[in-house]
């Protein structure tokens, strides 16, 4: 194991005071028909920190995000969010505060900017307001004109799709974001500029932090504060 490897997860394996935990999940498992993925899972994430889970293709990588973001029942373990347990959430509550960012994001239509502005008509996000001047600033970080929120929705490339999910949710300010390859058609200047993005994001607060699954070992290793490898069960 790198070096590297090794600081970050034992950075990650100290003892945390509960009242500075966000997002925390203890013995998850899970297995896929008769196969188990993995079990004993155990994570705690504190404010500003980026937890790259890492691990081969097929380990299960996707699951354990959709497990915290309470996507799918969780069949061993509990999460909690903030010290309270995933169940005594209202789920709709929880989902917003723990947000999930597919690899490729749904199909949207109208302009970017119609499907930024889209979730703050949901009654979950009543409260918040939609802030164009907001949405233009974070595409700037991006290297986006203020044009782009006139763009055609359905017809932007991978990465474009990526850069507006990932404003779209920036917006809604979660507390914990779980970024599956979220940045993976992103080209390196790019990807850097929503690396760069997500730290200052971090940094202003309130408390959040992010989980994040990439492919990419260069980025794991100069974005993510720790690591929690996930490795395949054996027979
Ligand atoms: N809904 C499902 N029904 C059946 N099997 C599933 C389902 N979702 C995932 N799997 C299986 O569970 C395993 C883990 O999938 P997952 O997508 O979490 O892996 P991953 O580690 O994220 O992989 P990759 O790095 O290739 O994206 C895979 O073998 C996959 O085929």
Excluded: C, N
Excluded at 15 to 29: E, K, Y
Excluded at 39 to 63: C, F, I, T
Excluded at 138 to 164: C, I, T, V, W, Y
Excluded at 215 to 232: N, V, W, Y
């Amino acid at each position: 194991m790198p070096e590297t490897d090794a600081v970050k997860q034992t950075v990650q394996s100290q003892a945390v005071p509960d009242q500075d935990i966000l997002l925390s999940a203890r013995g998850l498992g899970r297995s896929v028909g008769s196969r188990r993925l993995w079990q004993g899972v155990d994570l705690k994430l504190q404010a500003a920190e980026r937890l790259a889970v890492s691990g081969p293709s097929g380990v299960g990588k996707s699951l354990l995000l959709r497990a915290l973001a309470g996507l799918d029942a969780l069949e061993d373990g509990e999460v909690w969010l903030r010290g309270k347990p995933q169940f005594a959430w209202p789920m709709p509550q929880f989902r917003a505060e723990v947000m999930y960012l597919l690899q490729r994001p749904a199909p949207a239509s109208g302009t970017v900017g119609t499907y930024l502005a889209e979730p703050f008509s949901f009654k979950i996000h009543a409260g918040k307001s939609y802030e164009p001047g907001e949405a233009a600033r974070l595409l700037k970080h991006l290297g986006r004109p203020p044009a782009f929120l006139d763009q055609d929705a359905a017809h932007l490339s991978g990465g474009e799709a990526q850069l507006a999910a990932l404003v779209r949710a920036l917006l809604l300010s979660p507390t914990v974001l779980l970024l599956d390859e979220a940045t993976s058609a992103l080209d390196a200047e790019t990807a850097g500029l929503a690396e760069a993005l997500l730290r200052d994001w971090l940094d202003a607060g309130p408390a959040r932090a992010l989980v994040f699954v990439s492919h990419d070992r260069a980025q794991q290793e100069r974005f993510a504060t720790h690591i929690q490898p996930l490795s395949g069960m054996t027979e």
